[in-house]
């Protein structure tokens, strides 16, 4: 099941548009960055989906050319390339606070 994020009246451009500073510094297409992120790093990726954007948060677990695929407390989410539209590295998650 996916999280569906809508913003109203919101007209972001297509993905090919965008632009992304890398970790080497030099800006990259929207629709190539992700291409340059490893398997085990922790990311957030926005995507399209029927009525509007998602969220994929966790571990990756894929990145090739038809996309990527995210570990979630849900389970994996495949993201297909085409309906990436953002996305960025991730702190750890916190640690489990310690009951009272």
Do not use: N
Not at 24 to 52: L, S
Not at 84 to 90: A, E, F, R, S, T
């Amino acid at each position: 099941m996916a999280h569906r994020l809508s913003i109203p009246g919101s007209t972001l451009p297509d993905a090919r548009d965008w632009m992304r500073c890398t970790s080497g510094g030099g800006p990259v297409k929207a629709a190539q960055f992700w291409r340059e992120w490893r398997v085990g790093e922790r990311v957030v990726v926005r995507y399209r989906v029927e009525g509007g954007y998602s969220d994929a948060l966790g571990e990756l677990t894929r990145v090739d050319g038809d996309g990527v695929e995210v570990s979630t407390r849900r389970g994996p989410v495949a993201v297909a390339a085409a309906d990436i539209v953002l996305g960025k590295h991730v702190p750890p998650p916190p640690a489990p606070r310690r009951r009272r």
